[in-house]
């Protein structure tokens, strides 16, 4: 797909804005995940070989023909990513270019025309000044951000669509987990495969992920652990996070070298500080055998996920054929505990950000 040409004329944003804000309604001692949305959200679209129209409207619905065709097949890509309050009470944006180019990566793979990085990064910047009293500040909040783009042509066929809808909006959020999380390895479903989808930020990669989710949950876990697609032998992620081991005082997460994983952002975060912090990094093929052997040898000291949205969520059980597996108190978890807390001081400003990943808004 082409990267669209875009004139200083097409990034003039239209601004309408609420004539009342939601802002006072909202309880910001008790924020659910994803249930309430900010004010405004900002949109753009792909016609004609080029993005245009780009606008900032009052949050709300949007009206579409039933053929659309992300509806029937699927072209639809989206993103995730943070802003917080920082200490000093401004609003710390969270590695936005990383998921702007993640972003373009799935995009490629679905077939959708690239989004100029102006388009996202004026939009984004724009909107967060607008709704900037929307990111919370209780020490467990933040706003998160949902960026994502469908494919719109009205035809019942299979092709790319030449139609797109790029729309971001906000969510002030609390924690997606609120207690340590069980995991259960998948034994017959499968999410991906060398050469599928499986590194795309897709709709279709999350829906592979219901039904296994609702029946391990029948057995009280609260998410599947995928294995590849071929063997059921190597770790692949959990149904909405990477996944990360402590082995021996080593950190180990499965690659994203064979385009199976997504490539988590706070994936590449949590390995940056370990290296950092000197923790030995092993970002590698890693065999389900190889965690159980770990975990009945005692060496198995640390599990945990990460993700935007769930940012460091400590795993407390692993469920294989028929096992359960009870990981080490969540006390005792040196490793995973430092590195949230220092994940989240860079975050919220009360850390030094060495590395360049936050924004000021
Ligand atoms: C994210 O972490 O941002 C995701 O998109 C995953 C989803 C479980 C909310």
Redesign the pocket.
Known sequence: MEQAEITKDQYQITIERVEKSRLPEVDFDNIPF?KIFSDHMFTAEYKDGRWQNLRIEPFGEIKYNPAMSALHYGQLI????KAHRSADGGVNLFRHRKNFLRFNRSAHRMAMPALPREVFEVGLLKLLELDRDWVPSGINSSL?IRPFMFATDEYVGIRPSDTYRFIIFTSPVGP?YDHPVKVKVAEKYVRAFKGGTGYA?TAGN?AATLLPAIEVKKEGYDQILWLDGCRFEQVHEI???NVFFVIDGKLITPTIETGEILEGI?RDSVITLAKDMGIPVEDRIVSIGEVIDAFHSGRLEEAFGA????TIAQISEIGYKGERLVLPAIESRKISNKLKAELMGIKRGMKEDRYGWIVKI
């Open positions: 994803g989206f993103e995730g990513l998160y997606y930020k999350y149904g909405t996070m706070t993700g935007t949205a769930a």
